[in-house]
Protein backbone atom coordinates (compact mmCIF):
# COMPACT_ATOMS: atom_id res chain seq x y z
CA UNK A 1 0.00 0.00 0.00
CA UNK A 2 0.84 3.63 -0.70
CA UNK A 3 0.77 6.15 1.65
CA UNK A 4 -1.33 9.43 0.92
CA UNK A 5 -0.98 11.14 -2.26
CA UNK A 6 0.88 14.69 -1.72
CA UNK A 7 -1.31 16.17 -3.99
CA UNK A 8 -5.00 15.94 -4.05
CA UNK A 9 -6.79 14.96 -7.23
CA UNK A 10 -7.53 16.90 -9.84
CA UNK A 11 -10.95 16.63 -9.87
CA UNK A 12 -11.07 17.21 -5.95
CA UNK A 13 -9.44 20.47 -6.96
CA UNK A 14 -12.06 21.54 -9.76
CA UNK A 15 -15.04 20.74 -7.11
CA UNK A 16 -13.52 22.89 -4.52
CA UNK A 17 -12.81 25.59 -7.05
CA UNK A 18 -16.14 25.28 -8.77
CA UNK A 19 -17.77 25.93 -5.21
CA UNK A 20 -15.21 28.77 -4.50
CA UNK A 21 -16.54 30.52 -7.79
CA UNK A 22 -20.26 29.66 -6.59
CA UNK A 23 -20.05 31.54 -3.26
CA UNK A 24 -17.78 34.52 -5.01
CA UNK A 25 -20.81 34.78 -7.65
CA UNK A 26 -23.39 34.73 -5.03
CA UNK A 27 -21.16 36.94 -2.83
CA UNK A 28 -21.11 39.74 -5.76
CA UNK A 29 -24.32 39.61 -6.30
CA UNK A 30 -25.13 40.91 -2.90
CA UNK A 31 -22.53 43.00 -2.90
CA UNK A 32 -24.16 44.52 -6.58
CA UNK A 33 -28.26 44.86 -4.81
CA UNK A 34 -26.07 46.61 -1.66
CA UNK A 35 -24.91 49.08 -4.57
CA UNK A 36 -21.30 48.21 -3.06
CA UNK A 37 -19.58 47.35 -6.39
CA UNK A 38 -21.55 50.65 -7.95
CA UNK A 39 -21.75 53.31 -5.39
CA UNK A 40 -22.97 55.68 -7.78
CA UNK A 41 -26.18 53.53 -8.44
CA UNK A 42 -29.39 54.09 -7.31
CA UNK A 43 -30.39 51.65 -4.33
CA UNK A 44 -33.60 51.82 -1.89
CA UNK A 45 -31.18 52.96 1.23
CA UNK A 46 -29.90 56.17 -1.25
CA UNK A 47 -33.50 57.02 -1.72
CA UNK A 48 -34.50 56.77 1.81
CA UNK A 49 -30.88 58.72 2.11
CA UNK A 50 -31.86 61.40 -0.01
CA UNK A 51 -35.64 61.86 1.47
CA UNK A 52 -34.18 61.85 4.99
CA UNK A 53 -31.98 64.53 3.68
CA UNK A 54 -34.78 66.74 2.72
CA UNK A 55 -36.52 65.87 5.61
CA UNK A 56 -34.97 65.12 8.05
CA UNK A 57 -34.82 62.42 10.30
CA UNK A 58 -37.38 61.44 13.32
CA UNK A 59 -36.94 58.14 14.98
CA UNK A 60 -39.33 55.97 14.85
CA UNK A 61 -41.58 57.24 12.25
CA UNK A 62 -41.83 56.47 8.85
CA UNK A 63 -39.55 58.14 5.77
CA UNK A 64 -42.53 59.47 3.79
CA UNK A 65 -45.94 59.75 5.45
CA UNK A 66 -44.74 60.24 8.45
CA UNK A 67 -47.79 62.05 10.08
CA UNK A 68 -50.70 59.49 10.19
CA UNK A 69 -53.61 58.17 12.12
CA UNK A 70 -54.63 54.86 12.13
CA UNK A 71 -58.11 53.68 11.33
CA UNK A 72 -60.23 50.24 11.52
CA UNK A 73 -63.01 49.24 9.73
CA UNK A 74 -64.13 46.29 7.29
CA UNK A 75 -64.41 46.15 3.44
CA UNK A 76 -68.05 44.95 2.62
CA UNK A 77 -68.05 43.07 -1.22
CA UNK A 78 -70.61 43.62 -3.75
CA UNK A 79 -69.66 40.64 -5.52
CA UNK A 80 -69.46 42.66 -8.59
CA UNK A 81 -66.17 42.02 -9.34
CA UNK A 82 -66.06 38.44 -8.78
CA UNK A 83 -66.13 37.01 -12.46
CA UNK A 84 -62.99 39.50 -12.72
CA UNK A 85 -60.77 37.76 -10.35
CA UNK A 86 -60.37 34.82 -7.86
CA UNK A 87 -59.40 36.98 -4.85
CA UNK A 88 -61.32 35.52 -2.24
CA UNK A 89 -62.17 39.29 -0.64
CA UNK A 90 -64.31 40.14 -3.74
CA UNK A 91 -66.65 37.04 -3.69
CA UNK A 92 -70.87 38.19 -2.86
CA UNK A 93 -71.35 38.85 0.44
CA UNK A 94 -67.96 38.62 1.77
CA UNK A 95 -66.53 40.99 5.16
CA UNK A 96 -63.47 41.33 5.60
CA UNK A 97 -61.49 43.08 8.02
CA UNK A 98 -59.08 46.36 7.22
CA UNK A 99 -56.29 48.26 8.97
CA UNK A 100 -55.72 51.28 7.68
CA UNK A 101 -53.74 54.30 7.70
CA UNK A 102 -54.78 58.26 6.56
CA UNK A 103 -51.48 60.52 6.37
CA UNK A 104 -50.06 63.39 4.14
CA UNK A 105 -47.05 63.39 2.96
CA UNK A 106 -43.67 64.30 3.91
CA UNK A 107 -40.77 62.90 6.32
CA UNK A 108 -41.70 65.73 9.16
CA UNK A 109 -43.98 63.75 11.33
CA UNK A 110 -45.27 67.64 13.02
CA UNK A 111 -45.77 69.06 9.75
CA UNK A 112 -49.10 71.11 9.86
CA UNK A 113 -51.80 69.50 7.51
CA UNK A 114 -52.44 72.68 5.12
CA UNK A 115 -48.57 72.23 4.39
CA UNK A 116 -49.43 70.15 1.53
CA UNK A 117 -52.75 69.37 -0.34
CA UNK A 118 -51.80 65.63 -0.85
CA UNK A 119 -53.77 63.18 1.74
CA UNK A 120 -53.26 59.25 1.53
CA UNK A 121 -55.29 56.21 2.24
CA UNK A 122 -53.02 52.93 3.43
CA UNK A 123 -54.76 49.91 3.52
CA UNK A 124 -54.15 46.46 4.55
CA UNK A 125 -57.27 43.72 4.41
CA UNK A 126 -56.77 40.53 5.96
CA UNK A 127 -58.56 37.51 4.35
CA UNK A 128 -60.17 34.65 5.69
CA UNK A 129 -57.31 32.39 4.95
CA UNK A 130 -54.37 34.26 5.77
CA UNK A 131 -53.73 36.04 2.90
CA UNK A 132 -53.21 39.82 2.51
CA UNK A 133 -54.18 42.72 0.27
CA UNK A 134 -51.80 45.98 1.09
CA UNK A 135 -52.49 49.38 -0.82
CA UNK A 136 -50.94 53.27 -0.64
CA UNK A 137 -53.25 55.40 -2.24
CA UNK A 138 -53.49 59.20 -2.77
CA UNK A 139 -55.40 61.79 -3.18
CA UNK A 140 -53.72 62.88 -6.73
CA UNK A 141 -54.62 61.73 -10.15
CA UNK A 142 -50.95 60.83 -11.53
CA UNK A 143 -47.40 60.70 -10.10
CA UNK A 144 -44.94 62.70 -11.19
CA UNK A 145 -42.07 60.63 -12.34
CA UNK A 146 -42.39 57.17 -13.76
CA UNK A 147 -39.05 55.33 -13.17
CA UNK A 148 -37.20 55.59 -9.67
CA UNK A 149 -33.93 57.33 -11.09
CA UNK A 150 -36.20 59.53 -11.74
CA UNK A 151 -38.00 60.08 -8.45
CA UNK A 152 -34.14 59.78 -7.05
CA UNK A 153 -33.80 63.23 -9.23
CA UNK A 154 -36.43 64.47 -7.88
CA UNK A 155 -35.63 64.14 -4.62
CA UNK A 156 -31.96 65.61 -5.01
CA UNK A 157 -33.30 68.76 -6.96
CA UNK A 158 -35.83 69.48 -4.18
CA UNK A 159 -33.25 69.31 -1.47
CA UNK A 160 -33.34 72.57 0.85
CA UNK A 161 -29.82 74.71 0.24
CA UNK A 162 -28.57 75.13 3.88
CA UNK A 163 -28.62 78.71 3.64
CA UNK A 164 -32.06 79.57 2.99
CA UNK A 165 -33.58 76.66 4.08
CA UNK A 166 -35.66 75.98 1.13
CA UNK A 167 -34.94 74.25 -2.61
CA UNK A 168 -32.67 75.95 -5.64
CA UNK A 169 -35.52 77.62 -7.60
CA UNK A 170 -32.94 77.10 -10.55
CA UNK A 171 -32.59 73.16 -10.19
CA UNK A 172 -35.67 72.61 -9.28
CA UNK A 173 -36.88 74.05 -12.81
CA UNK A 174 -33.96 72.06 -14.40
CA UNK A 175 -35.58 69.10 -13.19
CA UNK A 176 -38.90 69.50 -14.31
CA UNK A 177 -37.60 70.65 -17.25
CA UNK A 178 -35.82 67.91 -18.00
CA UNK A 179 -38.63 65.48 -17.04
CA UNK A 180 -41.57 66.74 -19.12
CA UNK A 181 -43.70 63.50 -17.92
CA UNK A 182 -44.44 65.61 -14.82
CA UNK A 183 -46.64 68.22 -16.80
CA UNK A 184 -49.95 66.52 -15.66
CA UNK A 185 -49.17 66.36 -12.30
CA UNK A 186 -47.73 70.04 -12.18
CA UNK A 187 -50.90 71.24 -14.08
CA UNK A 188 -52.97 69.59 -11.16
CA UNK A 189 -50.45 70.64 -8.27
CA UNK A 190 -50.82 74.32 -9.16
CA UNK A 191 -54.84 74.84 -8.52
CA UNK A 192 -54.53 71.78 -5.85
CA UNK A 193 -55.88 72.93 -2.60
CA UNK A 194 -55.10 71.24 0.95
CA UNK A 195 -58.52 70.25 2.08
CA UNK A 196 -59.95 70.32 5.65
CA UNK A 197 -60.50 66.93 6.02
CA UNK A 198 -59.39 62.97 5.11
CA UNK A 199 -62.74 61.67 4.94
CA UNK A 200 -64.24 64.11 1.64
CA UNK A 201 -61.25 62.81 -0.64
CA UNK A 202 -60.94 60.55 -3.35
CA UNK A 203 -57.88 58.39 -3.30
CA UNK A 204 -56.31 56.47 -6.06
CA UNK A 205 -53.80 53.49 -6.67
CA UNK A 206 -52.48 55.77 -9.04
CA UNK A 207 -50.36 52.43 -10.30
CA UNK A 208 -51.82 49.88 -12.25
CA UNK A 209 -52.44 46.09 -11.12
CA UNK A 210 -53.85 43.12 -12.70
CA UNK A 211 -56.64 41.06 -11.68
CA UNK A 212 -56.72 37.50 -13.08
CA UNK A 213 -60.32 35.34 -13.04
CA UNK A 214 -60.71 32.02 -12.78
CA UNK A 215 -60.17 31.77 -16.64
CA UNK A 216 -56.62 32.42 -15.97
CA UNK A 217 -57.08 35.96 -18.16
CA UNK A 218 -55.73 39.04 -16.86
CA UNK A 219 -57.43 42.37 -16.97
CA UNK A 220 -55.19 45.48 -16.30
CA UNK A 221 -56.76 48.15 -13.55
CA UNK A 222 -56.25 51.17 -11.68
CA UNK A 223 -58.66 51.70 -8.35
CA UNK A 224 -59.72 54.80 -6.64
CA UNK A 225 -62.21 54.88 -3.18
CA UNK A 226 -64.70 57.39 -3.20
CA UNK A 227 -66.31 58.38 -0.41
CA UNK A 228 -69.75 58.31 0.70
CA UNK A 229 -69.72 61.80 3.11
CA UNK A 230 -69.97 64.65 1.41
CA UNK A 231 -67.44 67.79 1.95
CA UNK A 232 -69.54 70.25 2.62
CA UNK A 233 -68.92 71.85 5.80
CA UNK A 234 -65.42 70.03 5.84
CA UNK A 235 -66.22 69.10 9.58
CA UNK A 236 -66.38 72.37 11.64
CA UNK A 237 -62.90 72.26 12.30
CA UNK A 238 -60.66 75.37 12.89
CA UNK A 239 -59.03 76.37 9.84
CA UNK A 240 -55.95 76.99 11.64
CA UNK A 241 -55.56 74.04 13.40
CA UNK A 242 -52.10 71.96 12.66
CA UNK A 243 -54.14 68.72 13.68
CA UNK A 244 -56.71 69.88 12.29
CA UNK A 245 -57.23 66.35 9.59
CA UNK A 246 -57.16 64.13 13.04
CA UNK A 247 -59.83 66.49 14.61
CA UNK A 248 -62.13 66.50 11.74
CA UNK A 249 -61.94 62.64 11.64
CA UNK A 250 -62.99 61.82 15.17
CA UNK A 251 -65.63 64.62 15.29
CA UNK A 252 -66.71 62.77 12.26
CA UNK A 253 -66.73 59.25 13.58
CA UNK A 254 -68.59 60.35 16.32
CA UNK A 255 -71.39 60.98 14.64
CA UNK A 256 -70.86 57.42 13.11
CA UNK A 257 -69.34 54.98 10.58
CA UNK A 258 -67.64 56.67 7.68
CA UNK A 259 -67.87 54.93 4.31
CA UNK A 260 -65.97 54.86 1.00
CA UNK A 261 -66.76 52.93 -2.38
CA UNK A 262 -63.95 50.92 -4.06
CA UNK A 263 -63.75 51.25 -7.45
CA UNK A 264 -62.13 49.20 -9.71
CA UNK A 265 -61.30 50.87 -12.91
CA UNK A 266 -60.69 48.78 -16.22
CA UNK A 267 -57.72 49.75 -18.86
CA UNK A 268 -58.59 49.89 -22.86
CA UNK A 269 -56.04 47.96 -24.67
CA UNK A 270 -54.17 51.01 -25.65
CA UNK A 271 -54.03 52.39 -22.34
CA UNK A 272 -50.53 52.89 -20.51
CA UNK A 273 -50.48 50.10 -17.78
CA UNK A 274 -46.62 50.21 -16.77
CA UNK A 275 -46.47 54.63 -16.46
CA UNK A 276 -47.71 56.54 -13.31
CA UNK A 277 -48.08 60.02 -14.99
CA UNK A 278 -50.37 59.16 -17.29
CA UNK A 279 -54.28 59.45 -16.40
CA UNK A 280 -57.06 57.08 -18.12
CA UNK A 281 -59.76 58.46 -19.73
CA UNK A 282 -62.37 59.22 -17.67
CA UNK A 283 -64.69 57.17 -19.60
CA UNK A 284 -63.39 53.87 -18.94
CA UNK A 285 -65.31 50.54 -17.28
CA UNK A 286 -66.07 51.11 -13.51
CA UNK A 287 -66.97 48.64 -11.31
CA UNK A 288 -68.18 49.38 -7.64
CA UNK A 289 -66.26 46.27 -5.55
CA UNK A 290 -67.92 47.44 -2.36
CA UNK A 291 -67.69 49.91 0.43
CA UNK A 292 -65.05 50.24 2.75
CA UNK A 293 -66.18 50.76 6.45
CA UNK A 294 -64.57 52.77 8.78
CA UNK A 295 -65.68 52.67 12.12
CA UNK A 296 -62.67 53.45 14.90
CA UNK A 297 -59.21 55.51 14.77
CA UNK A 298 -56.24 55.66 17.12
CA UNK A 299 -53.14 57.40 17.64
CA UNK A 300 -50.35 55.81 15.31
CA UNK A 301 -48.31 55.54 18.20
CA UNK A 302 -49.51 51.98 19.80
CA UNK A 303 -52.12 52.18 16.93
CA UNK A 304 -53.16 48.97 15.18
CA UNK A 305 -51.15 50.43 11.64
CA UNK A 306 -47.98 51.51 13.27
CA UNK A 307 -46.00 48.61 12.83
CA UNK A 308 -47.46 47.57 9.29
CA UNK A 309 -45.58 48.36 6.03
CA UNK A 310 -48.15 48.62 3.21
CA UNK A 311 -45.99 47.47 0.46
CA UNK A 312 -48.20 47.77 -2.70
CA UNK A 313 -46.71 44.47 -3.78
CA UNK A 314 -48.26 42.32 -0.79
CA UNK A 315 -51.35 41.15 -2.80
CA UNK A 316 -53.70 38.12 -2.41
CA UNK A 317 -54.00 35.42 -5.09
CA UNK A 318 -56.63 36.53 -8.04
CA UNK A 319 -54.36 39.88 -7.86
CA UNK A 320 -50.93 40.64 -9.65
CA UNK A 321 -48.69 43.53 -10.18
CA UNK A 322 -47.84 44.89 -13.31
CA UNK A 323 -44.28 46.33 -15.10
CA UNK A 324 -44.58 49.47 -13.66
CA UNK A 325 -40.97 50.18 -12.13
CA UNK A 326 -42.37 52.37 -9.73
CA UNK A 327 -43.48 49.03 -7.69
CA UNK A 328 -40.75 47.55 -6.95
CA UNK A 329 -38.79 50.17 -6.12
CA UNK A 330 -42.08 51.27 -3.61
CA UNK A 331 -41.73 48.17 -2.15
CA UNK A 332 -38.36 47.83 -1.57
CA UNK A 333 -37.61 51.39 -0.04
CA UNK A 334 -40.64 50.57 2.18
CA UNK A 335 -38.91 47.97 3.30
CA UNK A 336 -36.03 50.24 4.34
CA UNK A 337 -38.09 52.55 5.97
CA UNK A 338 -39.78 49.77 7.99
CA UNK A 339 -36.53 48.25 9.44
CA UNK A 340 -34.75 51.89 9.96
CA UNK A 341 -37.64 53.32 12.15
CA UNK A 342 -38.39 50.02 13.77
CA UNK A 343 -35.16 49.35 15.03
CA UNK A 344 -34.87 53.34 16.67
CA UNK A 345 -38.28 52.78 17.80
CA UNK A 346 -37.30 49.93 19.88
CA UNK A 347 -34.71 52.44 21.57
CA UNK A 348 -36.95 55.22 22.21
CA UNK A 349 -37.43 55.57 25.81
CA UNK A 350 -40.80 55.50 27.27
CA UNK A 351 -42.56 53.43 24.09
CA UNK A 352 -44.39 50.47 24.65
CA UNK A 353 -41.87 48.80 22.09
CA UNK A 354 -38.81 49.38 24.09
CA UNK A 355 -40.62 47.66 27.26
CA UNK A 356 -41.67 44.49 25.85
CA UNK A 357 -39.64 41.79 23.48
CA UNK A 358 -39.91 41.48 20.39
CA UNK A 359 -42.82 39.35 18.65
Request: with cysteine; charged share 20%; glycine share 8%.
Amino acid sequence: MTGPSAHPPTRTVWRWALIGLIVAAVAAAFAYVGGWLAPKRVTPARVIDAMQANAGVYPGFRRNHAKGICVTGRFESSGALADATTADLFATGRSTPVVGRLAIPGGNPYAPDNSIPIRSFALRFDLADGEQWRTGMNAMPVFPVSTPLAFFEQQLATHPDPATGKPDPAKVKTFFAGHPETAAFLAWFKSAKPSASYVTETYRSINAFYLRDAAGQRHAVRWQVVPEQPPAGDGGTAAGDPDLLAADLAKRLGEGPLRWHLQMIFAAPDDPVDDATKAWPSDRRTVDAGTIVIDRMEAQAEGPCRDVNYDPTILPRGMEVSNDPLLAARSAAYAISYLRRTSEEGHLPGTQRAKEPQR
